[in-house]
């Protein structure tokens, strides 16, 4: 059973035009990222949340926005979308602790028309 | 942070043993070592970690050298479908982020 859940897993929008993705888990973890992995590049990460506290990343546009709104749903906001951001967007869940691992969404790809 | 440093690429024979190193002169004493790989099409799928001691799993095993600057991850037997990008990944104690280095792209021959 999957545990962590992203909808859509393809996502098409226009420049410019506010795209949100979703994720959701089963796990009752209290942290949830978000990493954004360009075509042949590693994922990076773009914020996290503990709990509701908002870690951002330093280097993340501001054109990208998250919420929260309970423990099992996070969502990713961006604003106004440029081709610069099609990309897959995934999302990951883990326990507290710097020893528990991190598990991932299928990811939805991004692209911009 | 601590950063890691991995070979871009790797290959190996099918049914042979792969040792996968990644360096991580920087760590500090309370730093847990991930491993983590990425199949086409999929999200990073979580292999092992350790903290000071050789750990094994059904996956893999993960043998830390006694100073803690590198580690190696070993998969046994290398079938078709280990041929995956593999990441190294160092956590901070009470710091939940996880930031991913470059990885090695291993690639499994027949």
């Known amino acids: 059973d999957a545990m962590v859940i992203q909808n859509p897993r393809y996502q098409v929008t226009q420049f410019g035009k506010p795209v949100t993705l979703s994720c959701s888990q089963t796990l009752n973890h209290n942290v949830m990222y978000w990493y954004q992995q360009k075509s042949s590049q590693a994922p990076k990460l773009l914020f996290h949340y503990y709990d509701k506290d908002f870690n951002n990343e330093a280097d993340t546009p501001d054109n990208f926005q998250s919420r929260r709104p309970n423990t099992s749903f996070c969502f990713l906001d961006i604003r106004s979308p440029g081709l610069g951001d099609a990309a897959m967007y995934l999302c990951a869940t883990t326990g507290d602790g710097s020893n528990q691992p991190q598990h991932f969404g299928d990811g939805t790809r991004l692209s911009i028309l | 942070d601590a950063k890691t440093t991995q070979p871009n690429s790797m290959e190996s024979n099918e049914e042979e043993p792969v040792h996968l190193p990644c360096n991580h002169s920087?760590?500090?004493?309370?730093?847990?070592i991930h491993w983590y790989r990425q199949l086409p099409s999929q999200g990073p799928e979580y292999v092992i970690h350790?903290?000071?001691s050789n750990v094994n799993n059904r996956m893999a095993s993960l043998a830390i050298a006694e100073d803690r600057k590198s580690s190696t991850l070993i998969l046994h037997r290398a079938t078709l479908r280990d041929a995956a990008v593999y990441y190294c990944?160092?956590?901070?104690?009470?710091?939940?982020?996880?930031?991913f280095g470059a990885g090695t792209r291993l690639t499994v021959k027949p």
């Open positions: 990944i160092l956590s901070f104690q009470n710091n939940n982020d996880m930031r």
């Open positions: 920087t760590i500090s004493g309370t730093d847990y």
């Open positions: 350790g903290l000071t």
